[in-house]
C-alpha cells in the first residue's frame, strides 16, 4: 500500500522529471528538494527517492529496448533468404 507521502513524493517527481526534460534544467530537482524540506524532511527523502528511481527506470527501459533491438536484428540475420 502506497503512503500519502509516497505518492505525493512521486507525483511531485514525476512533475520535476518532465520539467527537466522540457528545460534541461536538472538543479530544479535540488531547488524542490529544499523547499520540501523546509516544511517536511520525511517528503523530501521521498521525494529525492522518487527521482532516483524515476530516473533509474529511465535508464533500465533504454538498455531492454537496446538489447531487444539486437535480438531482433540477430533473428533477423538468422533467417534464411527466401
Known amino acids: 500500500m502506497t503512503t500519502i507521502n509516497?505518492?505525493?513524493?512521486?507525483?511531485?517527481?514525476?512533475?520535476?522529471?518532465?520539467?527537466?526534460?522540457?528545460?534541461?534544467?536538472?538543479e530544479i530537482v535540488n531547488t524542490i528538494a529544499k523547499t520540501i524540506g523546509a516544511s517536511s524532511t520525511?517528503?523530501?527523502?521521498?521525494?529525492?527517492?522518487?527521482?532516483?528511481v524515476r530516473r533509474?527506470?529511465?535508464r533500465a527501459r533504454a538498455q531492454i529496448k537496446q538489447a531487444k533491438a539486437l535480438v531482433a536484428k540477430a533473428a533477423q540475420k538468422a533467417k534464411p533468404a527466401p
Open 42 to 52: 520525511t517528503l523530501e527523502e521521498s521525494f529525492l527517492t522518487a527521482v532516483r
Open 56 to 58: 533509474a527506470e529511465v
Open 6 to 26: 509516497e505518492q505525493i513524493a512521486d507525483e511531485l517527481a514525476r512533475e520535476v522529471l518532465e520539467l527537466i526534460e522540457a528545460t534541461g534544467d536538472d
